[in-house]
Each structure stands twice: as C-alpha cells, then as structure tokens.
C-alpha cells in the first residue's frame, strides 16, 4: 500500500465487487444490490455469528438477483463472510436509503422478507433480531404491518414466545 493510499473500508469493497460482478447493471441497480447486501450482514451478525444456515441462505438469495453470476454471487458470499462486522457495523442508514430510493414498495417488501427469512435461518428470532428488523422495515419507508406480515411466517421462532 502507497504511503497516501487510504485502506478500504469493507463497505467500499461490497461496492466495488458488486460492480465487478454486475458490469452490465446502472448505477441505481449496482447500490440497491449494495443495499441488500448490506442490510444481509447487518442482520445476519446482529447476533454476532455468522451461521451455516445463514451463509446458505443469503447465497439463494443472491442467486436470484437478475445479471449475477453463480461466481459472483460466490465472490459476494465470500466477500460478505470475510468482511461481516465491516460492512455489518457500517452506515446501515446509507443501505436502507439505498433501497429505499430504489426500489418500489413490492421490491422493498421483498427485501423485508429475506431479512426475516433470513434471520430465522436459525430457528429462533431474538429481541435484537426484531428490534433491528422493525427498524429496518421503518428505515424501508414500509410500515409495522409490512413488518408483522413478513415474520408471521416464523411467528413460532420468536424467542419471546416461548
């Protein structure tokens, strides 16, 4: 590294593969990926842990973005593995804004549904994990219903209930 050169922070290297990967993707599309992707490591290390069942998850989930590549959906699990706190511990405002500005609200919704879908990857939903997803569905410009509706799916993981 040059004497001036600024080090990457994991953010920034999300973006960068993200472009790498979808080269033929606009720049709107490239930062609601980014989104995604972001919102994905905030949730999935909210505990701290970064679970098989989550790693699984969050590579169904990025095989179906439209123009990504099975290797570049490989390479962002990757990236997303070995950079969790970074880009988990970073400016999740900025993620949701992304989303948020574009994505329509089906799109927005379906992002909600992979959070929670996500989070209950390993069998339970914990406080944490709601408290951050109610914000999130907030910060999405999606309402509380949006968010009941979304995890009543996994209402028998919640580690409240029990």
Known sequence: MNKG??????????RASVADHLPEADEPTRRLVVGLCGLIASVAFIDRQYTGEERGH???VLSGVH???AAGADAICELLEAHVT??????????SRDVREHGDVALRR????????LAASD???TLEETDLLR????????????YVHAQARHRDKIALLR
């Open 5 to 14: 050169s600024k080090k990457l922070s994991g953010a920034d290297i999300l």
């Open 67 to 69: 123009g990504l590549s």
């Open 86 to 95: 970074e880009i988990a511990t970073a400016n999740t405002h900025q993620y």
């Open 58 to 60: 969050v590579r169904s």
């Open 135 to 146: 914000r999130t569905a907030s910060a999405l410009g999606l309402s509380q219903d949006d």
């Open 110 to 117: 379906e992002v909600l549904d992979v959070l929670v879908d």
């Open 123 to 125: 069998h339970s939903l």
